[in-house]
């Protein structure tokens, strides 16, 4: 209640300032040649300092992608992309060797994340939320290692964790989403530059929030940051990601890859509040979002949910996914995707049920505005194996103006007569009656739409931890400026 | 003579380019019940839509002063914080949005373009119960999405607790008594006859006679075919109801 006030109070202050994030680090950047070959894999491995078994699992990757075509079955359009004709390793000169502390880190870094509202210094942060500040391709700073260390939590760039923690890196990397999965989770496979390892032990209920900024800075130049979550037997973590980049006339490609991995009884909650730059009002520019996020519920009673909240990107192709291995385990999916002015967004999830008793739940409101489109693709299979599965699937679409779309694209396989599946789904628009009444109650215009979009959405904001559902529904309200009239 | 509180001159209003009202003329001074009667297509709702400034609602001749101030050019959110509220004939459902956030958006939202400090999320609470026993409108409606599954009774006592809390100069009651039964017109219509001030002045627009017993106005005005017909005191409605609308408009 006080955020949707907040929500709108924001809405107010930030009219006219669509896009806040998209200033741009003046800072010197190390960069790979540019294009894709063995070399410039070579270079980023050992820029790492990894070893030998990781860069052939890279130009394994690489040999693979080379055979693979770009997907096209998505609702989204696009120009070809030329992937020689980008950089995919930049990193801050300052950076060049890992610092060891907060007062190692460059101040211009620091300052980036301060602007972003993400101070890095431990005092000023969220209380209970440790951050991996990801720059371009490196991870730049990590909090509260100690705090977490103590409790036997391991929170680290994953470059890191290639080096220090080599056999659980190992045994998990690659296992929920393989190397050659798709083509873009292929090339993430091959080029990865950084992004986050998190191992909660047996029994270990993480004692705070753990959260990675992404922040793309640098021009020409992808991010393909990997992620790995591995929550052992009876534990808990809840992980939260957030996304930014400057605003730019180019088109810049961000192709990620998070796998998840919860063993018996573990429970992950993984949240995104993704907002790369979406491009302007006539759809110049803006990040091309292709992502593979996957959990695996390995072990009996494990549950793995997903929260995302999608605002930016130009193109958003994504369908975090469950799989629903263990007996007894259970997949959750809140979305909420808002598309404005030329976006485009095509995600989902998979629900992949293969054993007894598994219960999954998907709930995906989606927001069209201006000229966007706004996809809904999920599906929902159960095996021979998994008796008494059951889903429940709810997929709203608000759409706000005549001139944007709304679709949803259910897939329903069931394989086992037990299985009980349903599927509800509406499409509304802001109605004049709706927007009249709030005017009407002195409400005015972009407020009335933040509020009811954010009613729209609540059984998805609700999901989110509560230190970032208020930001979240600023962003709602914000993303939708200029929609209405 | 002090200057009335709603001044309507000669008021043409098209809706889709095709004329509904047809020059009305209209003086309501301040602290007074004013009572619009008029048959279905007479054009009550396009009077009511019109003050409060909906789009779509085409003023093509006159002029309807508030407080003295031209109205015409100011939208909705503005006649809003200048203290005219209109109760809806059908409020309106928004799901997912609590009714308490709803009051309290709307009152900061008002209060934010008076220049006026907003309030802590305890102090509407604490003025919404206030408001809300007089109405029986309890705990559990209010933390329902505003008017989402609401009854036509409980919608009808949320339009009068929001004119009790918005605290406006000039009501607008649009068939406030449609779909109501007995006891639930008389809950409404005491919490309207409670916010009568000197300074309030309101326009009770009715298709029946009922409600004008129980909200007892100053005058009434026979509406018929976008004109102000007839206008008396309150006999005028007991009149209509004994006599009916043709005969009326025959006149």
Redesign the interface.
């Known amino acids: 209640?006080?955020a949707?006030?907040e929500t709108?109070e924001r809405v107010?202050d930030l009219a006219g300032e669509k896009y806040k994030y998209g200033f741009v680090t003046d800072i010197e950047m190390e960069r790979a040649e540019k294009g894709l070959n063995e070399n410039v894999i070579r270079f980023i491995s050992a820029k790492k300092g990894e070893p030998e078994w990781m860069l052939e699992w890279r130009l394994e990757a690489f040999q693979r992608w080379k055979e693979m075509k770009e997907p096209t079955w998505a609702r989204v359009h696009y120009p070809k992309i030329d992937y020689q004709n980008a950089y995919y390793y930049a990193a801050p000169k300052s950076q060049s060797a890992a610092p060891k502390s907060l007062d190692e880190v460059d101040p211009k870094l620091l300052e980036t994340y301060q602007k972003l509202g993400i101070p890095l210094s431990e005092q000023k942060l969220l209380a209970g939320v440790a951050v991996d500040a990801v720059f371009d391709s490196v991870s730049v700073a990590t909090t509260f290692k100690a705090k977490l260390t103590e409790a036997g939590v391991i929170f680290c760039p994953i470059s890191e964790a290639i080096r220090d923690y080599p056999e659980l890196v190992r045994k998990y990397l690659g296992s929920v989403v393989p190397v050659t999965d798709n083509f873009f989770a292929t090339l993430n496979s091959a080029v990865f530059s950084d992004g986050t390892f998190v191992y909660v032990p047996k029994g270990v209920r993480c004692p705070m929030e753990l959260s990675t900024y992404f922040r793309i800075n640098a021009s020409e130049t992808g991010q393909f940051e990997r992620t790995l979550i591995i929550a052992d037997e009876g534990s808990y973590v809840s992980y939260l990601e957030g996304c930014t980049a400057p605003k730019r006339d180019e088109n810049q490609l961000h192709a990620a890859v998070v796998e998840l991995v919860a063993l018996e009884r573990a429970e992950i909650k993984y949240s995104t509040v993704q907002n790369w730059y979406p491009g302007d009002e006539e759809g110049k520019g803006g990040i091309y979002n292709f992502v593979t996020k996957r959990g695996d519920c390995r072990g009996k009673g494990a549950k793995i949910s997903w929260t995302q909240v999608e605002t930016g990107s130009a193109i958003t192709w994504k369908y975090p996914s469950c799989i629903l291995r263990g007996d007894d385990t259970v997949g959750e999916f809140y979305s909420i995707a808002i598309t404005n002015n030329f976006q485009q967004a095509d995600t989902g999830t998979k629900m992949i049920h293969l054993g007894r008793n598994t219960r999954s739940r998907i709930v995906s409101k989606g927001i069209s505005a201006g000229k966007a489109q706004n996809t809904y693709r999920g599906l929902v299979s159960v095996h021979p194996r998994a008796e008494n599965a059951r889903n429940h699937t709810q997929c709203d679409s608000l759409l706000i103006g005549s001139h944007c779309g709304a679709h949803t694209v259910p897939y329903i396989e069931s394989r086992n007569p037990t299985a009980k599946l349903e599927h509800e789904a509406t499409t509304s628009k802001i109605?004049?009656?709706?927007l009249?009444?709030?005017?009407?109650?002195?409400?005015?215009?972009e407020?009335a739409v933040a509020?009811?979009v954010?009613?729209?959405?609540?059984?998805v904001l609700q999901q989110l931890p509560m230190e970032f559902a208020v930001e979240a529904q600023k962003l709602v309200g914000i993303s939708l400026e200029g929609s209405v009239g | 003579m002090s200057v009335p509180m709603l001044e309507i001159d000669d008021l043409h209003v098209a809706v889709d380019g095709r004329e509904i009202l047809k020059g009305i003329t209209l003086s309501l001074p301040a602290g007074e019940v004013h009572a619009v009667m008029g048959p279905n297509g007479s054009g009550k709702s396009t009077l009511s839509y019109t003050l409060a400034g909906r789009e779509g609602y085409e003023i093509t001749r006159g002029r309807i002063l508030y407080q003295g101030e031209d109205l015409t050019q100011l939208a909705p959110e503005e006649r809003a914080t200048k203290g005219i509220f209109l109760a809806l004939q059908y409020p309106v459902e928004i799901p997912g949005v609590t009714t308490l956030t709803f009051l309290k958006t709307a009152l900061n939202a008002q209060r934010r373009a008076r220049d006026e400090t907003e309030f802590d999320a305890m102090h509407v609470l604490k003025l919404v119960r206030e408001k809300a026993k007089a109405l029986k409108v309890g705990e559990e409606m209010l933390k329902r999405p505003l008017n989402a599954g609401f009854s036509g009774g409980e919608k009808k006592r949320m339009e009068i607790l929001q004119m009790a809390l918005f605290e406006p100069k000039l009501a607008i009651l649009d068939e406030t008594d449609s779909g109501l039964d007995i006891d639930a017109l008389k809950l409404v219509a005491e919490g309207v006859n409670a916010l009568r001030a000197l300074e309030r002045s309101m326009l009770v627009i009715t298709h029946y006679q009922r409600l004008l017993t129980h909200i007892v106005p100053d005058r009434v005005h026979v509406l018929s075919k976008g004109r102000i017909v007839k206008s008396g005191g309150p006999d005028l409605a007991m009149e209509l109801e004994a006599r009916g609308y043709e005969k009326m408009e025959a006149v």
């Open positions: 209640m006080a949707v006030r709108t107010a109605s004049d009656d709706q009249f009444y709030c005017l009407a109650r002195g409400i005015p215009q407020e509020l009811i954010n009613g729209f959405c609540r059984e």
